[in-house]
């Protein structure tokens, strides 16, 4: 089953555009980690917020956490064309120590 | 370069043959994973082994068996492959169960 939903399943923007994509949970966790997936390539991590967190930047992408609601948030700011990937969330629940569940992930497409 | 290693890249196998599929990492993680991705749902857990000398299994792990060789080392094996293990398999591994992970650049398998 699937922890994680993301939200939407797909995004096209231009260049320069920020780009949000939301992301829902269903169980309490100890972590929520967002990754990146290029076509044909394993994912990489990119950011990961602890649940007594509320927000984190890394460059340029910001996370929200708000567990009251069960849902994070993912802004990556002035869009590249290297930016077009799929994105995933994957969440760490408490229940299920260890066990990373991922979203089905949200398809992004950033055009010059 | 420091990472995972997975071998081979490519697989086709016939129904009902056998295959072990192979993962490395040398960055001295302790935690190590196998997830399977198929399309629209996202990664899911097959197996997991929190250190060496531990395996558990994960969301999936009916058809799959798993060895930890060693603290470097964790192969996946499919004793008696069926269609509906086609998929595109990844390897993941983590210094602790809930840091962020580091992925393989993953297997594609296709059973006819």
């Known amino acids: 089953s699937q922890q994680g939903e993301e939200d939407p399943q797909a995004l096209s923007i231009q260049e320069g555009e920020n780009a949000t994509m939301n992301c829902s949970y269903k169980?309490?966790?100890?972590?929520l980690q967002w990754y990146r997936q290029n076509s044909g390539r394993g994912l990489v991590h990119l950011i990961l917020i602890r649940s007594n967190e509320r927000e984190k930047h890394s460059g340029r992408l910001r996370v929200t956490l708000d567990t009251s609601k069960k849902s994070s948030s993912l802004l990556i700011t002035a869009s590249r064309a290297a930016d077009t990937a799929s994105y995933f969330c994957?969440?760490?629940?408490?229940?299920?120590?260890?066990?990373?569940?991922f979203g089905a992930g949200t398809q992004v497409v950033v055009t010059p | 370069n420091a990472g995972v290693t997975q071998t081979p890249k490519f697989q086709v196998l016939k129904t009902g043959q056998s295959m072990t599929l192979q993962c490395a990492q040398d960055m001295n993680h302790n935690s190590m994973y196998w997830y399977r991705q198929d399309p629209g749902m996202g990664l899911r857990l097959i197996y997991y082994?929190?250190?060496?000398?531990?395996?558990d299994k994960g969301e999936v792990p009916n058809g799959y068996n798993v060895s930890r060789l060693n603290k470097r080392e964790f192969s996946l094996r499919l004793e008696s492959a069926a269609p509906s293990q086609t998929s595109v398999y990844f390897c993941?591994?983590?210094?602790?169960?809930?840091?962020?992970?580091?992925f393989g650049s993953g297997t594609r398998l296709t059973v006819v």
């Open positions: 082994s929190a250190s060496e000398g531990t395996t």
């Open positions: 993941a591994s983590s210094e602790r169960f809930y840091d962020g992970y580091t």
């Open positions: 994957a969440t760490v629940p408490t229940d299920s120590w260890g066990k990373l569940q």
């Open positions: 169980t309490s966790i100890n972590n």
